[in-house]
């Protein structure tokens, strides 16, 4: 599949003895430009990497995964060197939170140092259907209202039909549509699934038409840590706003600072 470590984009900010390495992942359709503006966003202590998934970014010309199998294969064996180096969060954006949510239980299968925590962002629990969970083969005129109301696509010329977003990203986002139908999957296999064992903080925007406020409270039945609720303003795509960012920030540092003495990794 890669042939170069999945972790792109690594920006240190000046840290101390103990920094914690955030890794970021983006929502289905797009790479990890939301996240450009972390590093001077998150404060202290807390260094930004993003992990751009394979078609995008600085790895667009390699193969999409569109499955769990698929997506361990190529993000999970960087991770698990990772988790050894260090105290890691991870937050993940709408299809990124599912993506998240798979590596935080795959880490645990595989006995490597858990997250500090996991934080999902515009998304609801894989027990939550959406019209777009099985969405992915559906015919343009069905697909793109779906996208439509969620704010996924463009406006004016870049809209039209055979244009450049429909020829370059709309696959992408029908391959990240089977891909977060295949992780939803497996999160409801007890053998693949269930409850993680670390804290998980909810993020959702205020104007979500899709992954709303209220259903935030949802995520309590999957881990069996505590789970913190937050909402932030703006609609399904926020993540590029300062304030999650530094709210994330904070929470790595707070719970970093919770560790007992020899307890970081």
Do not use: I
Not at 9 to 15: E, S, T
Not at 223 to 252: I, K, M, Q, S, Y
């Amino acid at each position: 599949m890669a042939s170069r470590t999945a972790v792109d984009d690594v920006r240190p900010q000046p840290v101390g003895p103990r920094p914690v390495r955030l890794y970021c992942l983006g929502h289905a359709g797009a790479g990890v430009a939301s996240y450009r503006r972390w590093p001077a966003a998150v404060g202290p202590e807390v260094e930004v990497a993003t992990l751009p998934l394979p078609g995008r970014d600085s790895r667009r010309r390699e193969t999409r995964v569109t499955d769990r199998a698929g997506l361990l294969a190529d993000l999970l064996p960087p991770l698990l060197r990772a988790a050894a180096s260090g105290p890691y969060a991870l937050y993940g954006h709408s299809l990124g939170a599912l993506v998240a949510y798979t590596l935080t239980r795959a880490l645990d299968d595989a006995g490597a140092p858990p997250p500090l925590f996991l934080a999902v962002g515009a998304c609801l629990p894989p027990h939550v259907a959406t019209a777009l969970v099985r969405a992915a083969d559906l015919p343009d005129a069905q697909l793109l209202p779906l996208l439509d109301h969620l704010g996924s696509l463009p406006k004016g010329e870049a809209a039209r039909p055979g244009g450049l977003w429909h020829r370059s990203v709309l696959p992408v986002l029908r391959d990240d549509l089977r891909l977060a139908r295949s992780l939803r999957e497996a999160a409801l296999d007890p053998v693949t699934g269930g409850p993680v064992d670390v804290p998980v903080l909810v993020f959702a925007g205020t104007e979500d038409p899709v992954a709303f406020p209220q259903a935030l409270t949802e995520w309590r039945g999957w881990t069996n840590a505590a789970v913190e609720a937050r909402t932030v303003d703006g609609g399904h795509f926020f993540a590029d706003g300062p304030e999650l960012a530094e709210l994330v920030g904070r929470a790595c540092r707070e719970l970093v600072a919770a560790q007992p003495v020899g307890g970081v990794r």
